[in-house]
């Protein structure tokens, strides 16, 4: 198999044994949990996103790996998990950590679709030695990233639901 197909296969099945994962053991405890709980654990996950700054450095990652993809990925997930770490922060006031949790996921999505967009734009499966070390952060890291981001958004539209119906109760009670 060249190098190419490897990666693509490689980035296609990291997703599978996270969905397991998460669909045996993670989802049924986040969906029981309080959601300002679940969100504080899914943004524990992501507070670690800063390791995506190691695409900038030389040696961790290889001297061809496209400026266009690594740049936009450090930087990117960066400031995802930033979001992430003020959210964890900020838990005491809780309207400021919804802020944060909504804009960590909404970066993290918008970093992740983009980082897709830039890989196909570059090839980087044909570059994916230039990854170097990094190529562990991109099959293990990014699919529990997607799947903890869909996660994240669909507990904040349940939980924004449940808010709704006793407002909508009181409004047909008077």
């Known amino acids: ?10 980035l296609s099945l990291g997703y599978v044994p996270w969905l397991l994962c998460f669909g045996f053991y993670i989802w049924p405890r986040l969906r029981r949990m309080d959601h300002f709980d679940a969100q504080r654990a899914i943004a524990a996950l992501h507070s670690f996103r800063f390791f995506a700054l190691a695409f900038l450095i030389p040696g961790i ?38 802020i944060f949790v909504v804009a960590f996921n909404l970066v993290g ?13 570059f090839n980087l499966p044909a570059a994916a030695g230039q990854l170097g070390a990094m190529y562990a952060f991109v099959i293990l890291y990014v699919p529990l990233q997607a799947i903890t981001h869909v996660a994240a958004f669909y507990l904040l539209a349940r939980s924004s639901a449940g808010a709704v119906r006793p407002l909508a109760g009181d409004a047909a009670i008077s």
């Open 61 to 98: 990652v290889g001297p061809d790996l496209p400026e266009g993809f690594a740049a936009f990925a450090a930087y990117a997930n960066f400031a995802t998990g930033l979001l992430a770490m003020l959210a964890l922060l900020s838990a005491r006031a809780r309207s400021l950590f919804w």
């Open 1 to 10: 198999m060249s190098p190419q197909i490897v990666c693509l296969t490689q």
């Open 109 to 121: 999505v918008g970093d992740i679709a983009l980082d897709f967009f830039h890989a196909v734009k």
